[in-house]
């Protein structure tokens, strides 16, 4: 063995034993000394690449390609860089690569399925996983990527025995320990999910994603506990500012990671005042997205003051969702294209009709499955004077992005019906009849109130299904009372409604909607206590039914006898479709926007008389529908004849122009 090689041999070695300093400068004495050393330079790119150095990576991976292209590892090695960087076609290629020169490289499939699901390929990946997991049986990541996977096709038990597998091979990796608890906490498992938190934490200490997991993991018992749940909004307080505390200099560079991954969601399905709480949330996550800002220079756009005003719309809803068809939509559909410029970030991957027509509609449409930072360069390549956030609160991104300073006006709005407590939007937008006269107190942000209901919103055909009642479990002599939306909408609190509800009629089906088993689970057994507790059967009174298509909603809507608006938490685009079927609405009308809905549309027809005030009255409206044929009939006459005035309402448009206009060019 030449001189040149002992080198070389000795780099290896301290390599293999971790000590990747002294390994570098051999293996940069033999390239010195030979410049085409292929392993030598294959090597100084992988040892780059830990160090996350991915364009001096990259120029050592190119420089041995160039000597020999023979090796599946350095087109494996270079695919991962690629994939850090995010360049999901390069490294899709190179993992290819690395597979047709080693069929049986099972690390190269594994990371080919990571690759394929950023991409959207799904089935793909998941088959690349399987065949990792084929061919080595024992390798921990393998098992860990699959999960993965399942675990963003909605399939938690499988996601969970693939994260087992992968702890049975290897208890060290905290990562898979990590998806694991975030399954569990999914599934309400919540004592495991903290165990599984506390366990990654025992394997590393300094995971900022388990240490904010435990902070969210109290509101998920939110949806559990029927007393004080203001206890439980005091304990996340306390999470917050434990996690608050333990972020210094040491740590914060990468915290900014955190934002967005867990957000207070359920905070909002309990009938409190969240201003206090969500200041304290914004303020952290402001505190870390700020560092990251003021770490890369990232400066706000200066305001143009001349021309047409650059409205940016920031959301992962630019498809046939509730967020787009009552808000957004109506934005795109007749924003005055003399006076502004409308640019669409669209986050999300969906394309749908309602995609193509905002394309059309807009003044540009970026979309792409872009990194944080591509997602401000193109936002400020815009020089967008105001940014609109619909939703905060359901996309990591959109989270990430409205915790910045990019524009100098930044608004967000009823997407997530209540303040997001972050210090960097300006406004919320919101409308008169969503709101009284202390409601500017409730929120971090301005108050705008719009005309109306703040919206323009368009009537959509009723297609109607032709809905199988005794399939579905119903009977067609039973009062059918419809209870829609997601069941962590339905308060522990209110349970009882239910059951009073039941007692005074005798015989009705109290109609949910399945979503997720454990979930629906959940609403059940706590409903099954109530009615047994007044010596009541709940399968007599309450049905989960199919989650239903447009068209299934819309049959079943046209045969029920009632529409019970969630208290607490009130329906906006399912209260539009009662009405459009003339199936009367009853609601109880709530203290906050969230609560207001339905009231709102209500009000706007002029039928305040189905909005209650108290939940007894809430009751009473229900069972006079019910046991009242002909009043039944006058409300579903008087909403076919007064629903127009919900539809087309340009005052909501004009309005926010006007205040844009205002608050742009003043001055």
Not at 137 to 148: D, K
Not at 160 to 185: E, F, G, T
Not at 350 to 370: H, M, R, V
Request: with cysteine; proline share 4%; charged share 25%.
């Amino acid at each position: 063995m030449d001189q040149l090689q002992i080198q070389f041999e000795q780099g290896l070695a301290l390599h293999r034993q971790g000590d990747l300093v002294k390994a570098k400068l051999l293996y940069e004495e033999v390239i010195q000394r030979n410049p085409n050393h292929f392993d030598a330079l294959h090597l100084l790119g992988a040892i780059a690449a830990q160090h996350q150095d991915c364009e001096a990576a990259l120029g050592f991976f190119e420089k041995a390609l160039a000597v020999d292209q023979s090796a599946a590892s350095i087109f494996y090695n270079r695919g991962n860089v690629y994939s850090q960087l995010g360049y999901w076609d390069l490294a899709l290629a190179d993992f290819n690569r690395a597979i047709e020169k080693e069929p049986t490289y099972a690390q190269a499939y594994s990371n080919r399925g990571i690759v394929l699901q950023e991409l959207g390929r799904v089935d793909e990946a998941m088959a690349s996983h399987d065949r990792a997991v084929t061919l080595e049986p024992l390798n921990p990541y393998a098992y860990f990527n699959r999960g993965v996977v399942r675990e963003f096709l909605k399939m938690p038990a499988l996601a969970l025995l693939d994260y087992d597998q992968a702890i049975a091979c290897d208890r060290r990796i905290a990562k898979a320990h990590l998806h694991r608890a975030n399954v569990l906490m999914d599934l309400m498992q919540l004592k495991a999910s903290e165990e599984g938190y506390l366990e990654v934490l025992k394997l590393d200490p300094e995971n900022m994603v388990a240490r904010w997991s435990l902070v969210f993991l109290t509101l998920s018992a939110l949806f559990l506990k029927k007393e004080n749940p203001q206890e439980v909004v005091e304990a996340f307080t306390r999470g917050l500012e434990k996690f608050n505390n333990g972020i210094d200099d040491s740590n914060i560079h990468h915290a900014y990671q955190v934002v967005g991954l867990l957000q207070p969601f359920y905070l909002a399905y309990q009938e409190l005042n969240n201003k206090e709480v969500l200041s304290k949330y914004g303020a952290l996550c402001r505190r870390l997205m700020g560092h990251w800002q003021e770490k890369y220079d990232i400066q706000a756009i200066p305001p143009s003051r001349n021309g047409k005003i650059r409205i940016g719309i920031v959301s992962d809803h630019i498809r046939n969702h509730s967020v787009w068809s009552a808000i957004i939509k109506g934005w795109v559909a007749n924003i005055d294209l003399d006076k502004f410029e409308l640019h669409i970030f669209y986050l999300g991957q969906i394309n749908d009709p309602e995609t193509q027509f905002a394309k059309t509609q807009s003044t540009s449409f970026t979309q792409g499955n872009l990194s944080l930072r591509g997602w401000i360069d193109a936002i400020r390549d815009k020089g967008v004077d105001v940014l609109i956030y619909p939703e905060i609160g359901m996309n990591l991104l959109a989270t990430q992005l409205a915790n910045l300073r990019i524009a100098s006006l930044q608004l967000t709005t009823w997407g997530h019906p209540e303040t997001s407590g972050l210090p960097t939007l300006d406004y919320f937008i919101s409308a008169d009849l969503f709101e009284n006269a202390g409601s500017e107190e409730l929120y971090t942000e301005s108050l705008l109130k719009l005309p109306n209901l703040g919206c323009h919103y368009e009537r959509v055909p009723v297609l109607a299904g032709d809905i199988d009642l005794q399939q579905l479990g119903l009977m067609p002599d039973e009062p059918i009372l419809l209870c829609p939306g997601t069941p962590y909408k339905f308060a522990a609190k209110n349970d009882w409604v239910f059951l009073e509800i039941a007692k005074r009629l005798g015989k009705c089906k109290l109609v949910f909607f399945s979503t997720y088993e454990h979930w629906n689970f959940i609403l059940k057994e706590r409903l099954r206590k109530v009615f047994e507790a007044a010596n009541l059967r709940v399968d007599d009174f309450v049905i989960f039914v199919p989650w239903q298509t447009e068209e299934g909603f819309y049959g079943l809507m046209k045969k029920a006898d009632v529409f019970m608006d969630p208290i607490g938490f009130s329906g906006f685009n399912t209260a539009m479709q009662a009405v459009d079927c003339a199936l009367p609405i009853v609601t109880r009308e709530g203290s906050f926007l969230r609560g207001r809905l339905a009231s709102g549309i209500l009000k706007r027809m002029g039928l305040s008389e189905l909005v209650a005030t108290t939940e007894e009255g809430y009751i009473s409206l229900v069972v006079r529908l019910v046991q009242d044929a002909q009043y039944n009939r006058e409300l579903r006459q008087r909403m076919a004849d007064s629903r127009g005035d919900l539809y087309g309402d340009l005052m909501p448009i004009r309005a926010l122009e006007e205040f844009l206009l205002a608050k742009c060019r003043q001055g």
